[in-house]
C-alpha cells in the first residue's frame, strides 16, 4: 500500500488535545484503510496514552503536534512538544501494575501496544516515536 | 464530551458512557459510582455499548469503581465490551478481573 499520513498540527496541550489526536488517527485510516482492526486498536491504545502522558506529565508542555504515518508494514506516530519533559527512565521503568491499582498503567499499555516506544529530550522540549509492525 | 446514560433496571444502576472513556470523563465517571453507592445501590452494570475508546486512566476508574462497590457488598460488572475497549482489557490483564457479559440483561441476571 502506498505510505499514508495525518497529522494533528500543532496544538495547545491540554484536554482538547485527545479530541484532535482521535480524529487523526480517523484520518490517518480513512487513508489506510486495509489496516487491520487489531493493529489499529493496538496503535490508537499506544498513541493515546504518550498524548495523555504529554498532557498529565509533559513537564508544562504548551505546544504538542502529532505526526501519524501507515505503510504496508509499519504504523508510526511522532509526538513533539515544548514542555520540560519527564525522567527518561520513567519509561524504562514502566510496567503494568497490580490490577487492583488504580493508576500507573499507561505508558506499561504503550509499551505493549507497540514494537518500538522512544522518548527522546530535545533542547528545545521533547520528542517520542511510536512504531507498530502491522501483524496483518 | 462524554456523557453518561444512568438508569435503574431491577436492582441494580446501569451507567452506559457514550463516546471516550478517558483521562477528562474517567473522574467524572469515578465520582458517579461513588453518588450510586453512597445513595445505598451498591449493584452497578457498565454498559460499554456506546463507548468508543477506553484508555488507562478511564480502567483505572472502572477498576476503581469495582473496589468501592466491594467495599459495600456490592459489584460493579462490565457488558457489551467489543472492540478496541476490550482490547484495553486483554492487554492489562483485567480480562482476569472482569467477566464480560455480552448483554446488561446478562450481567443482572448473574448470581453473585
Redesign the interface.
Known amino acids: 500500500m502506498p505510505r499514508a499520513e495525518a497529522s494533528t498540527g500543532e496544538l495547545a496541550a491540554d484536554n482538547a488535545v485527545l479530541d484532535a489526536v482521535h480524529a487523526a488517527l480517523r484520518a490517518l485510516w480513512a487513508a489506510a484503510s486495509e489496516v487491520d482492526a487489531g493493529d489499529r486498536a493496538l496503535f490508537e491504545i499506544a498513541v493515546a496514552e504518550v498524548a495523555a502522558n504529554i498532557v498529565q506529565h509533559g513537564g508544562g508542555a504548551a505546544v504538542v503536534v502529532l505526526d501519524l504515518a501507515a505503510d504496508g508494514e509499519v504504523l508510526e506516530a511522532r509526538f513533539r512538544d515544548t514542555g520540560a519533559g519527564m525522567e527518561p527512565a520513567v519509561l524504562a521503568a514502566a510496567e503494568l501494575p497490580d490490577v487492583d491499582l488504580e493508576a500507573g498503567r499507561g505508558l506499561a499499555m504503550a509499551k505493549a501496544a507497540l514494537d518500538e516506544l522512544h522518548y527522546e529530550r530535545l533542547s528545545d522540549g521533547n520528542q517520542w516515536t511510536l512504531r507498530r509492525i502491522r501483524r496483518a | 464530551m462524554t456523557d453518561f446514560d444512568t438508569r435503574i433496571d431491577g436492582g441494580a444502576v446501569v451507567i452506559r458512557p457514550v463516546g ?1 472513556l ?3 470523563a474517567a473522574p467524572v465517571f469515578r465520582s458517579l459510582v461513588d453518588q450510586t453507592v453512597a445513595a445505598g445501590n451498591v449493584q452497578v452494570v457498565l454498559d460499554f455499548s456506546a463507548t468508543e ?1 477506553i ?3 478511564g ?3 472502572v ?2 469503581g469495582l ?1 468501592a462497590a466491594r467495599q459495600v457488598g456490592g459489584d460493579l460488572r462490565i457488558a457489551c465490551v467489543s ?2 475497549v476490550w ?2 482489557f486483554t ?4 480480562d ?2 472482569f467477566r464480560a457479559y455480552p448483554s446488561v440483561e446478562e450481567a443482572l441476571g448473574a448470581p453473585g
Open positions: 471516550r478517558d483521562m477528562v475508546f484508555d488507562s486512566s480502567l483505572g476508574a477498576v476503581g473496589k472492540g478496541t482490547t484495553v492487554l492489562t490483564t483485567l482476569k478481573v
